[in-house]
């Protein structure tokens, strides 16, 4: 079985820039979870997805962050425009019902200079 | 919101010896607590997880342990190898989303 993945590895843009990232969740998976690492920090909750719909964006940081699920297969993450604070590892999560196992991606690193 | 605690941020053992690493939690309601490892430049893998009905769970060498009164949980490595080496982060959850810890380096010197 095939699992979480992501795209890109690594970014790197500059300030005031637009970056999406994508993330592939496991297939037949409903429930899809965005997270960030900031350095130093812990991995924080972004926002969750059940198949398209929005369950719960409370973690996203402001309206410069855009996510979208349409068809309820794969997401992707909009940055715009990017800011140095934005920089870390973002994290793609999925899991079949909601109080399942998370299976996480990679990640993506996000270096805004 | 929940707020997770995990201590200590950088662990060093000898091969050989055992790793504890500790986290607490202050939403009472959580009820799921998984440990994650995550190796350098790979992605985070679930390695352990208990359910807040349960005390105790060991998987081979790895065991957790949870105390629910008072709002804590552990990790418990036995017999730790040089591939151990890797960050642990541990989470709660009390709906969906996870509430990590920062996260422990451990190191396991030969």
């Known amino acids: 079985e095939a699992g979480v993945t992501q795209f890109p590895s690594h970014s790197v843009i500059e300030k005031g820039q637009t970056v999406t990232l994508r993330c592939d969740p496991i297939?037949?998976?409903?429930?899809l979870y965005w997270y960030r690492r900031v350095m130093g920090k812990e991995i924080k909750f972004l926002l969750h997805?059940?198949?398209?719909?929005?369950?719960?964006e409370s973690g996203m940081p402001n309206n410069r962050f855009l996510a979208e699920r349409t068809g309820g297969t794969y997401s992707t993450l909009k940055v715009q425009p990017a800011e140095l604070e934005d920089s870390g590892v973002y994290f793609c999560?999925?899991?079949?019902?909601?109080?399942?196992?998370?299976?996480f991606g990679p990640g993506t690193r996000l270096t805004v200079l | 919101g929940e707020n997770v605690e995990q201590h200590p941020s950088t662990l060093s053992v000898q091969e050989g010896d055992s790793a504890v690493i500790k986290c607490t939690y202050s939403?009472?309601?959580?009820?799921?607590f998984p440990w994650y490892k995550q190796e350098l430049g790979k992605r985070p893998q679930l390695i352990i997880d208990i359910r807040s009905n349960v005390g105790e769970k060991k998987d081979q060498r790895i065991a957790v342990t949870l105390n629910k009164t008072a709002k804590h949980f552990s990790l418990h490595i036995t017999e730790t190898q040089p591939e151990d080496s890797a960050v642990y982060f541990c989470?709660?959850?009390?709906?969906?989303?996870?509430?990590f810890g920062k996260g422990t380096s451990l190191l396991v010197t030969p």
């Open positions: 997805f059940v198949k398209e719909s929005k369950q719960d």
């Open positions: 939403d009472s309601a959580s009820n799921y």
């Open positions: 989470a709660a959850r009390e709906g969906y989303a996870l509430n």
């Open positions: 297939s037949g998976h409903d429930n």
């Open positions: 999560a999925s899991s079949q019902m909601r109080a399942d196992t998370q299976y």
